[in-house]
């Protein structure tokens, strides 16, 4: 039998733990579901007027899926892997009953999701807790965390900072140990951004792999869906119950998956180089040691280059410009002025670019991914940094990049937009340093090798080089 005066210690302690912990404890009857998600709600209450991380609390539907877990353990029924386990989703994914605001002013005035988008429904049939939705940058065009509507994402480990973008609240959430699990997207680094300046773990699948189904886009041809995490084998856990055909997303792809949580501890001999050359350059040392510090306990000596990096980031900011202004042609006519200013006039650049530019870089993205094939011939993973820099105070425009002053915005994600660009699954995996601010580095794998990057942050896990710092609050 329960104590009902320790519970709520109990719960609350699980709260701040590994995720799968936290489920091994709801389906064992240690705790209850309900007392987890009262332990979240109370937390979110204190914690996250400091951080900004959610835009919508669903306390009613989490209390209400909590009971149904407690009612459905207690007639003796199995739950699933993740029974209990509070989460939240950036708020571009349907969450039903709400209208999904992507980050937007304007899309608030939609009707109401009348229901959840596949991933969410996923993790529900786990039996993970949905507690709401998190903030944003407006459609998902930033790189910072911040929000002219809702106000900015602010990093765990100093409130000044940024939170990254633009699944900003996602990873302040998870890092401010607000929900154990979050999902988020990625355009150009929008997973692998906010992972770095928040110091957890994040998984960006091969393009096709997971679901986008009732999610707002952003970008067709380069929007991924994934988790965030603070523990890899909970990052694990989460991606193996987001996986499944969807005949609503025609980009999935008809490639199996196999579960990746059973091999995380059994990698075999990963054969790990650095990517050198346009990764090599730019960022600042503490980016710098942590692929120095990854390298060394991966056994990573070998360092090879993708040709032609900075075409790729050019080509990917020509396809991002080009498929967002088409997508919100409609919305830059009508309704302009509610637009962020920022998001508004990338936009509207984009809306006049030349076809024949699109039409080159699409051609020169085939000849890049092939170029990245090449090198997985004989590698299972490459190393990278994810950020060239440590989080940005909010608010910050430029910073020094190689002895240049660079503007903020739109170079954070200069180690980022050329994997997302040809869809590669990556890893973002924190390497703390003792420093002041955490950064993280990426874990690259060849299409459909999740697995592989997942294995890695393992490793690097259990050799303490990788690990979610723990946020000041």
């Not at 280059?305 to 919305?331: F, K, N, S």
Request: aromatic fraction near 6%; charge should be negative; charged fraction near 20%.
């Amino acid at each position: 039998m329960i104590d009902a005066t320790s519970e709520p210690d109990r719960a609350a302690a699980l709260l701040v733990g590994p995720a799968l912990a936290l489920a091994a404890a709801v389906q064992n009857g240690e705790v209850r579901a309900r007392a987890v998600t009262e332990a979240a709600l109370a937390r979110i209450a204190v914690v996250d007027p400091l951080l900004n991380a959610f835009t919508d609390i669903t306390a009613a539907r989490a209390r209400a899926e909590a009971d149904a877990l407690d009612a459905r353990r207690a007639a003796g029924e199995t739950l699933g892997p993740l029974a209990g386990v509070p989460f939240a989703v950036k708020n571009l994914f349907d969450l039903k009953d709400l209208p999904t605001r992507a980050g937007s002013k304007i899309n608030r005035d939609r009707p109401p999701a009348t229901r959840d988008a596949t991933l969410v429904e996923r993790l529900g049939a786990a039996g993970a807790v949905c507690l709401g939705g998190l903030n944003m940058g407006e459609y998902a065009y930033d790189f910072t965390g911040e929000n002219l509507h809702d106000g900015n994402s602010r990093n765990p480990h100093d409130h000044g900072h940024m939170a990254g973008g633009s699944s900003g609240g996602s990873g302040a959430a998870v890092a401010g140990k607000l929900v154990p699990l979050a999902l988020g997207s990625d355009t150009n680094g929008s997973i692998r951004v906010p992972s770095s300046f928040c110091g957890i773990f994040g998984l960006m699948p091969t393009y096709g792999r997971l679901s986008r189904a009732r999610s707002f886009p952003f970008v067709a041809s380069l929007d991924h869906l994934g988790p965030f995490a603070r523990h890899v084998a909970d990052l694990a856990a989460t991606y193996d119950a987001l996986l499944g055909p969807d005949a609503e997303d025609p980009a999935l792809a008809d490639v199996p998956a196999a579960s990746t949580l059973g091999g995380l501890d059994q990698p075999g001999e990963l054969k790990v180089a650095v990517l050198g050359g346009w990764f090599a350059r730019q960022g600042t040392s503490q980016a710098y040691a942590a692929v120095a510090a990854a390298a060394k306990a991966l056994g990573a000596t070998r360092i090879v280059e993708l040709p032609e990096v900075e075409r790729a980031r050019a080509a990917a900011y020509l396809i991002t410009m080009a498929e967002g202004a088409a997508l919100h042609l409609d919305r830059l006519r009508e309704r302009p002025g509610d637009f962020d200013p920022a998001v508004r006039e990338r936009l509207l650049a984009g809306a006049v670019l030349p076809a024949g530019w699109i039409a080159r870089a699409q051609i020169f993205r085939r000849w890049f991914h092939a170029r990245a094939l090449e090198l997985f011939a004989d590698i299972d993973v490459l190393i990278a940094p994810a950020t060239p820099v440590p989080a940005p105070r909010s608010g910050q425009a430029t910073f020094l990049l190689d002895g240049r002053e660079m503007l903020v915005r739109p170079n954070i994600g200069i180690y980022t937009q050329p994997i997302s660009f040809i869809g590669l699954p990556v890893v973002a995996a924190p390497v703390p340093l003792g420093e002041h601010l955490p950064v993280a580095v990426q874990l690259i794998a060849a299409p459909w090798r999740e697995d592989a990057a997942l294995q890695a942050a393992r490793v690097l896990e259990r050799a303490g080089v990788a690990i979610a710092p723990e946020p000041v609050l």
